[in-house]
Protein backbone atom coordinates (compact mmCIF):
# COMPACT_ATOMS: atom_id res chain seq x y z
CA UNK A 1 0.00 0.00 0.00
CA UNK A 2 3.03 2.33 0.47
CA UNK A 3 4.33 2.53 -2.86
CA UNK A 4 0.94 2.69 -4.33
CA UNK A 5 0.16 5.98 -2.37
CA UNK A 6 3.81 7.07 -3.13
CA UNK A 7 3.36 6.44 -7.26
CA UNK A 8 -0.38 7.97 -6.92
CA UNK A 9 0.87 11.20 -5.14
CA UNK A 10 3.94 10.91 -7.46
CA UNK A 11 1.62 11.51 -10.44
CA UNK A 12 -0.67 13.64 -8.61
CA UNK A 13 2.25 16.14 -7.75
CA UNK A 14 3.55 16.33 -11.34
CA UNK A 15 0.29 17.45 -12.81
CA UNK A 16 -0.15 14.00 -14.48
CA UNK A 17 -3.25 12.81 -15.79
CA UNK A 18 -4.45 9.15 -16.28
CA UNK A 19 -6.74 6.97 -16.40
CA UNK A 20 -4.38 4.18 -14.63
CA UNK A 21 -5.79 3.03 -11.58
CA UNK A 22 -3.61 1.84 -8.38
CA UNK A 23 -4.52 -1.59 -7.15
CA UNK A 24 -3.11 -3.67 -4.27
CA UNK A 25 -1.98 -6.82 -4.60
CA UNK A 26 -3.71 -8.74 -1.25
CA UNK A 27 -0.61 -11.07 0.06
CA UNK A 28 1.93 -9.34 -2.43
CA UNK A 29 3.43 -10.75 -5.37
CA UNK A 30 3.97 -14.01 -3.59
CA UNK A 31 0.42 -14.73 -3.10
CA UNK A 32 -0.33 -13.38 -6.74
CA UNK A 33 2.40 -15.87 -8.09
CA UNK A 34 1.06 -18.30 -6.16
CA UNK A 35 -2.18 -18.11 -7.85
CA UNK A 36 -1.40 -17.23 -11.14
CA UNK A 37 1.80 -18.65 -12.14
CA UNK A 38 0.41 -21.26 -14.94
CA UNK A 39 -1.61 -18.65 -16.57
CA UNK A 40 0.22 -18.00 -19.46
CA UNK A 41 -1.21 -14.88 -20.32
CA UNK A 42 -0.66 -13.25 -17.55
CA UNK A 43 2.78 -13.94 -17.18
CA UNK A 44 5.73 -13.46 -20.27
CA UNK A 45 8.36 -15.94 -21.01
CA UNK A 46 7.40 -16.99 -17.60
CA UNK A 47 10.61 -18.94 -15.98
CA UNK A 48 9.98 -21.10 -13.32
CA UNK A 49 13.77 -21.21 -12.26
CA UNK A 50 13.79 -17.65 -11.87
CA UNK A 51 10.82 -17.48 -9.59
CA UNK A 52 11.54 -20.58 -7.41
CA UNK A 53 11.84 -18.28 -4.42
CA UNK A 54 8.50 -17.50 -4.72
CA UNK A 55 6.78 -20.72 -4.58
Known amino acids: PKSA ?3 SETLSNLGVSTDQEVKIIRYGFEG ?3 RYKLEK ?3 EE ?3 QVWE ?3
Do not use: T
Request: charged share 20%; hydrophobic share 55%; no cysteine.
Open 5 to 7: RIY
Open 32 to 34: WHL
Open 41 to 43: DLI
Open 46 to 48: YDA
Open 53 to 55: WAS
